[in-house]
Nanobody, 121 residues
């Protein structure tokens, strides 16, 4: 397993969680890293991503201002800080890696196992 997500759990609306995604140093080097989520009965959707250098980030409109993605290359870890959580944020969250163009979400071809996030109202 090259990507391992963790940090999910059950939280009340308005609360916070921080997800982590660890990868081997050799694997994470020069790769863009992203978070996606999939709610029951829905297609997987983009949440946020950060480019290989950490200088570029993008967010889905639904999480802007609430979620923050960051990477710590010394620890080979990518984080997703989730604040002001809403019940509609409930989903399985997946981390992914891309070796392609940063702006091409289809280039995320490396996937880790997901971690469940449940937000109660």
């Amino acid at each position: 397993v090259q990507l391992q997500a963790s940090g999910g759990g059950l939280v009340q609306a308005g609360g916070s969680l921080r997800l982590s995604c660890s990868a081997s140093r050799a694997f994470a080097n020069n790769k863009h890293m992203g978070w996606f989520r999939q709610a029951p009965g829905q297609e997987r959707q983009f949440v946020a991503h950060v480019n290989w250098s950490g200088k570029l980030t993008e967010y889905a409109d639904s999480v802007k201002g609430r979620f923050t993605i960051s990477r710590d290359d010394a620890e080979n870890t990518v984080y997703l800080q989730m604040n002001s959580l809403k019940p509609e944020d409930t989903a399985v969250y997946y981390c992914a890696a891309s070796g392609g163009d940063f702006y091409n979400l289809q280039a995320y071809t490396y996937w880790g196992r997901g971690t469940q996030v449940t937000v109660s109202s």
